[in-house]
């Protein structure tokens, strides 16, 4: 089968490094608290049960592609799902809780590496639908995700969103072999996780490793960058980019560039035009726009994208915010911004001294 016809998503070509005729763009977190449409339906019902319930699911995965024309839909989830499928209790308060966090050898042996299909079926079953649910729209590209296994370790250990990473860390020096079996075992996770989420018809995969940017190089070459290789190399994915998004990437884009991905996913803190400098032709490139730009003044923001639109240009290059949109952004601003990096074309003159 040829996986690269015509009708292939502008994300998808992007993503591999093609020459698209509009910069194709979506946002992190594009389903959310922000959008009144989704409150609507999160009122009815609790953040865990709005993941699993299939109908619903799909309804809030659709609404921000309905409403700005993003050139993806991810799917409406959490990195939390397998986590909970390993074996860990899990609830949404304020943020996630983990009530029975890992502390030891035993509580790392004691948990299972799922079955996908059997133990979050949900969220295939939703891929399918939105695949149906999209099938009159060949060119939206249908995004899934996994957390990656430190971001999903750091849950685990610490038991919820940390601010100094204390439990993990200490794990990381005091028993590092405690360690990289958990890491270990969440990598397998997740392998399967994202071979089923293709399986099921997920066009691109992104790897979220949120917090892998809060130890240095040395220990990220020990801890994170072989778990994202493990995914990676694991995945049944002709066809199919990957893209890998690290906060706090400063500084670590030349060890991301080694995991395997197609597309780094960068965020605010490194210009776009350096990211891109850094990163070369051997992957094409995602971000970066600073998801609080998004409360300042459309006059202000609209010009700030048109300018990455221009540094990321037609080839291999997606536009995102350099980490998800937060809750109260104005969508009125989210659509300009749209809109904005849609209707944008390099200038002619920019064109022919290129050209020559
Ligand atoms: O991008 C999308 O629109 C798809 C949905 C999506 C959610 N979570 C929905 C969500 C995705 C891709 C995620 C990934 C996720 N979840 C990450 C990685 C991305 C990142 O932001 O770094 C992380 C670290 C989590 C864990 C998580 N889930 C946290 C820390 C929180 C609480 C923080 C917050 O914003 O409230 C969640 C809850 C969550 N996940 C919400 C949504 C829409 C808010 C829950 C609500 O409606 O009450």
Redesign the pocket.
Known sequence: MDFHTATEPRLVKAAFGGTVDRIPVW???????YLPE?MAI?NQTS?LG??KDVDLAAE??LQ?WRRFGMDAV???????IPVEAMGMPLV?E???HLPQPIRSRADVEKLSIPDPVEKTGFVMNLIKRLRSDLSGSPDTAL?G?A?APW?LAS?MIEG??SRNYTQIKAMMWNEPKTLHMLLDKAAQTVTHYLNAQIEAGAQVV?L?D??AGIVDSNAYQEFILPYHQQVISGLKRQGVPVIL?V?GSRGLLPLMMQAGADVISVDWLTPLAEAKQIIGASHAVQGNLDSNALFADPSVVVPMAQALAQTGGMTGYIFNLG?????KTPPETVKAVVDAVHAYQPSATLTTSVGR
Not at 323 to 327: K, Q, T
């Open positions: 946002m992190m977190r594009q389903a959310g608290r989704y999160r953040f709005l993941c809030v995965s921000p991810i799917m409406f989830s959490d990195i939390l949404f304020e943020g996630p995004i995700f957390g971001t849950y919820g969103t992104q979220f949120s917090w998004y906060n980490h998800g949109i937060l809750p």
